[in-house]
């Protein structure tokens, strides 16, 4: 018999685990177009690229096929500026990479591998807990390339220099500033502060097709990336039609505010098992935050079952062991909501 695909209800967000996103009806009718017809690859780029500048109101764009090809690819410019066969042949004095030890991260692959793929000598600032300005900048020397800075939930969020000090302290010293926020929604926030590369993922907020794009302040280095692009890059090629599916996602984004969150809210609250009320993270995204009123069974043991269940539910369990379980609802409708709030209740009642 042939196996079927398990139904997934993702409330947990856009992860990379259960597909990232779905996508709308135009993104997919401009990937079939682009899949169906040829182009002057060239030509194709630039006219793409022209629409997408507009867009995100930035002078200097190059898609990607992900926000890692982006940081990879970003660190390769740095490094090696327009020299694109010396990458892992001839190494440059002007090799390091500095990152805060809080910023190197695992987001489902370490952040370092990222750089390790270009020979980037990684130069860890601050502590597990902390970076301050002064610590980013003890790092700083002739054979700097760049400074990486991280904008993530998975990344220490308190004691951490801003990014805006960052940009400043950058600026001061002549660093090459690459910013990395994969998963932010707000584009032109990035793209109206004077950053050198700004890396976002596609298919995350933009819910867009595998793709990452790449913009900044910098022209130089957002040139040298779409050379390396064709070299050490052509391990992370990018098609016709996700580069076509990314523009008609840009085209039609807007940041996700829903206008229906507290009737999501209502439903869980109905649940004597729970205990709810609204979160709202660093980025402004609302979730919806419970705790288990009887305390017999823990947070992690109700998400363990409910990926269990015949219809495979995600929760966002990064608060597990301390009681709290959040749902992301920007990937759900209204019956999966009721759908989850259906299997809660079967969890406490003895399935």
Known sequence: MTKKFKKVINADGRM??????????????????????????????????????????????????????????SACASIYKDKIYDVNKIIPDKKEIILAKGHNIDFGAPIESLLNLVNAKIMEAGYSNKCSIEDYKYYFNKNTAALLYVVSHHCVQKNMASLDEVIKLCKENNIVLIVDCAAEE????????????????????????TSGFVFGKNKIIIENIKKHQDIIGRTMKIGKENIFGLLSALENYKINKNNNFDEYLKIFSLNKNILCKKDIDTRGIERIRFEIVNKKNSAKELANYLKECDIAIYLRDYFAFQGYLDIDIRNINIEEAKIINKYITLFFEGR
């Not at 040829?38 to 764009?61: G, R, T």
């Open 16 to 73: 990379t685990i259960l597909g990232v996103s779905k996508f709308n009806s135009n993104v997919a009718q401009a990937m079939e177009y682009a899949g169906n017809n040829f182009f002057i690859m060239s030509e194709f780029k630039e006219i793409v690229y022209d629409k997408i500048k507009k867009i995100i109101k930035s002078e200097n764009v190059c898609v990607v096929n992900s926000a890692s090809a982006g940081i990879t690819l």
């Open 186 to 209: 707000d584009i032109w926030k990035y793209s109206n502060k004077d950053i050198d590369v700004v890396i976002f993922s596609g298919s995350k907020a933009i819910e867009g097709p």
